[in-house]
């Protein structure tokens, strides 16, 4: 039998299947900058004041958009239609009908290969938003937020 996540659409994946599909990188919890002029989102190296950077999860999940007003809560509809979602996130592989690589948590039935991988922020905050300036926080610009780590796309021989 296929897992969920190939045979459901996004709409019809349960809340527990949606949740699941979070790999858990901490990626899209970096703070991102957009150009007023030409739209271009570019990542820093700047994590949302909630983003804990070692398990690169939420602190504060349940009230994260309570206490982060611009959180934006996924949905598949905004999934489908923002632009910044990294292209390793497990939501938008799914919504572009690619399938989950051999490190989501799915796969591989464990939590840490998302950082053994070389996937999550892990290692890579260098502050969170509260303690920097606007100023320091425009020089914090990084690009690997928008790749893929080198190796991550091929299934990984055991």
């Given amino acids: ?6 045979t459901k659409t ?9 949740e699941s599909l979070c790999d858990g990188c901490g990626r899209c919890c ?13 990542y820093t190296s700047v994590g949302c004041k909630l983003l804990d950077d070692q398990s690169c999860r939420c602190s504060d ?10 959180c934006v809560r996924l949905t598949p509809e905004v999934v489908r239609t923002i632009n910044w979602l ?17 490190w989501h ?6 939590p840490d290969t998302v950082h053994t991988a070389g996937i999550s922020v892990r290692g890579r ?3 969170h938003e509260d303690d920097l300036t606007l100023t ?11 790749r893929w780590p080198r190796g991550s796309r091929t299934k990984r021989r055991v």
């Fill in 136 to 146: 320091e926080v425009v020089s914090s610009v990084v690009s690997w937020p928008q």
């Fill in 30 to 42: 970096l703070v991102k900058l957009e150009d007023d002029d030409t739209a271009k989102i570019v």
């Fill in 61 to 70: 999940y349940a009230a994260r958009s309570e206490r982060v007003p611009d």
């Fill in 10 to 18: 996004l709409e019809q994946l349960s809340p527990q299947e949606w």
């Fill in 86 to 102: 990294p292209p390793t996130c497990g939501y938008h592989l799914i919504a572009t009908g690619q399938d989950l690589p051999w």
């Fill in 105 to 110: 948590p799915l796969v591989s039935g464990e």
């Fill in 125 to 127: 905050v260098a502050a």
């Fill in 1 to 6: 039998m296929d897992p969920f996540w190939k």
